[in-house]
């Protein structure tokens, strides 16, 4: 059977917030697993980008490796995350992601 876990070393320690780059004006994004049932990408966002509003299937759950990022739910409800922080996204609800500052996260999607 092949990795589950794509895209980045294994049997070494790494620094996930390492394993995707800035780029001027872009939202990186690197998969790490993606199948039915669970979804892991990196990203990292310059300053002033953005994922606009839209929801998942899925519970998605953020953590911030790097920067402050803006998690805006159901269009109203605004939080910032710093480095080392997470939130939860539960499914169906929309949601949107602002790079306050340039950020790196690790998001994790669980679908049912």
Known sequence: ???????????RVLSLA???AYQ?????SKTLVQNGRHSLTL????????ISSHASEGDALVFVLDG?????LNGKEEHLLHS????????????????????KMLLTVSFP
């Open 68 to 72: 402050v990022g803006k998690i805006t």
């Open 18 to 20: 390492g394993e995707v």
């Open 24 to 28: 001027t004006g872009q939202v990186v």
């Open 84 to 103: 080392g922080e997470a939130i939860v996204m539960p499914a169906k609800v929309p949601h949107a992601v602002y790079a306050v500052e340039r950020f």
């Open 1 to 11: 059977m092949g990795k589950l876990i794509k895209n980045i070393e294994h049997c």
């Open 43 to 50: 990203f990292a966002f310059e300053k002033g980008e953005e």
